[in-house]
């Protein structure tokens, strides 16, 4: 079982940057792959970016260049640092941690990118 706790969402200005953080409890943190997704009013939960166990990312193509998905294994924290944010990113924002068919979701943290 994990427990996973969001932070870091806000109001923001269009190119400004937010970073999220996940930070997990109950289980050991870095056997688990680490996922951001984000669903925006009226839309599907769509992935963001991954990371791996062993510190591997991939990235949706709205957001390649943009983010980086980051994770600190001794802090049981995983990271979203979001650059050069635009109204299109506007959405709440949810961690999740899986492993073998196990999946565990944070509570979600709202970004909202507006002038």
């Known amino acids: 079982q994990v427990q996973l706790v969001e932070s870091g969402g806000g109001l923001v200005q269009p190119g400004g940057s937010l970073r999220l953080s996940c930070v997990a409890s109950g289980s050991i943190f870095s056997i688990y792959n680490m996922g951001w997704y984000r669903q925006a009013p009226g839309k599907q939960r769509e992935l963001v970016a991954t990371?791996?166990?062993?510190?591997?990312?991939n990235y949706a193509d709205s957001v390649k260049g943009r983010f980086t998905s980051s994770r600190d294994n001794a802090r049981n924290t995983a990271w979203l640092q979001m650059n050069s944010l635009k109204a299109e990113d506007t959405a709440v924002y949810y961690c999740?941690?899986?492993?073998?068919?196990?999946?565990?979701w944070g509570q979600g943290t709202q970004v909202t990118v507006s002038s």
């Open positions: 999740k941690a899986f492993r073998n068919g196990y999946s565990y």
């Open positions: 990371i791996t166990s062993g510190g591997s990312t």
